[in-house]
């Protein structure tokens, strides 16, 4: 079956980098995309990015262009989504979730990782 | 942008009455050529990720109860839960993936009266 597994919590400085990852099983990983989720305490879900995890392309949210880099190991069937220059407002759940293309509803997620941004 | 706006915030309904959430978009999210409309309807229960319930407005996802049911076109949708059982007990979003950036409704909470 389809299975997301990202990395674990991380607790992070303001100013500072996080990198999440997100291994993927039970399908062809560069057959699918891989979209990055967050969702802020409260707040609703909202989408980061995406890559094709067969050519590599990516796009991002313009809200978060600049800071978010989305990236890919075929070989291991890992995505991977960093985002820099951290602050309070960044503390959130962040979940990896499969897209069939662009544009596509999301069909399995990741379990989320909790990323706290605390000084 | 396109916002999604759902409503209720919340709904307490009986075990086995039908329940029903709205979300309407800010702008149509019909295709038109393809007479496809990009809304998709997710279930998300404490401590878990969203798990998909419908995609293309109405089309339900592989192993969802047959209870629970997508409609509208457009700019305006409902998911409606026919008989609501104690597992449904979860928050609901929308989500248009028609525009970048894909958005999503507030959500709304559906609890046991």
């Known amino acids: 079956q389809v299975q997301l597994v990202q990395s674990g919590a991380e607790v992070k400085k303001p100013g500072a980098s996080v990198k999440v990852s997100c291994k993927a099983s039970?399908?062809?990983?560069?057959?699918?995309?891989l979209h990055w989720v967050r969702q802020a305490p409260g707040q609703r879900l909202e989408w980061m990015g995406w890559?094709?995890?067969?050519?590599?392309?990516?796009k991002y949210s313009q809200k978060f262009q600049g800071r978010v880099t989305i990236s890919r190991d075929t070989s291991a069937s890992t995505a991977y989504m960093e985002l820099s220059s951290l602050r309070s407002e960044d503390t959130a759940v962040y979940y990896c979730?499969?897209?069939?293309?662009?544009?596509?509803?999301?069909?399995?997620w990741g379990q989320g990782t909790l990323v706290t941004v605390s000084s | 942008d396109i916002v999604m706006t759902q409503s209720p915030d919340s709904l307490a309904v009986s075990l086995g009455e039908r329940a029903a959430i709205n979300c309407k978009s800010s702008?149509?999210?019909?295709?038109?050529?393809?007479?496809?409309?990009?809304l998709a309807w997710y279930q998300q229960k404490p401590g878990q990720p969203p798990k998909l319930l419908i995609y293309?407005?109405?089309t339900r996802e592989s192993g969802v109860p047959d209870r629970f049911s997508g409609s509208g076109s457009g700019t305006d949708f409902t998911l409606t839960i026919s008989s609501l059982q104690a597992e449904d007990v979860a928050v609901y979003y929308c989500?248009?993936?028609?525009?970048?950036?894909?958005?999503f409704g507030q959500g709304t909470k559906v609890e046991v009266k």
């Open positions: 979730a499969r897209g069939i293309g662009w544009p596509s509803q999301l069909d399995s």
């Open positions: 039970g399908y062809t990983f560069t057959n699918y995309a």
């Open positions: 890559i094709n995890a067969g050519d590599g392309n990516t």
């Open positions: 702008q149509s999210v019909l295709y038109s050529s393809k007479n496809k409309n990009y």
């Open positions: 293309w407005a109405s």
């Open positions: 989500h248009q993936y028609y525009s970048t950036p894909p958005t």
